[in-house]
């Protein structure tokens, strides 16, 4: 699988972001957002603006998805409870 940059090869930072209605800069890519990003474009074709802002971070995304995870099998809730949290 190739890698997912943020940008279009042959466009600069601005001229990517400018139609792009979004306050945040894209974050530095590595193994892990390219990972995320290309999970987003295949499933629906694009990047999601949560996902941009989850690659600032996917540490965090792990341990809230853990801790959300645990919090749902410990209090007993299925997936329609689950996504009420």
Same mark, same amino acid.
């Given at each position: 699988m190739a890698p997912v940059t943020a940008?279009?090869?042959g466009s600069s930072a601005t001229d990517q972001n400018a139609g792009r209605a979004s306050f945040l800069d894209d974050p530095e &890519?590595?193994?892990h957002v390219a990972r995320m990003y290309a999970d987003? &474009?295949?499933g629906q074709g694009y990047v999601a603006h949560l996902t941009r &802002?989850? /690659?600032?971070s996917p540490e965090a995304l792990g /341990?809230?998805?853990y801790i959300l995870k645990h919090a749902s099998v410990t209090a007993g809730l299925d997936a329609r409870a689950r996504a009420l949290l």
């Open positions: 940008q279009h090869p &890519v590595d193994e987003d &474009v295949s &802002v989850w /690659a600032y /341990a809230m998805s």
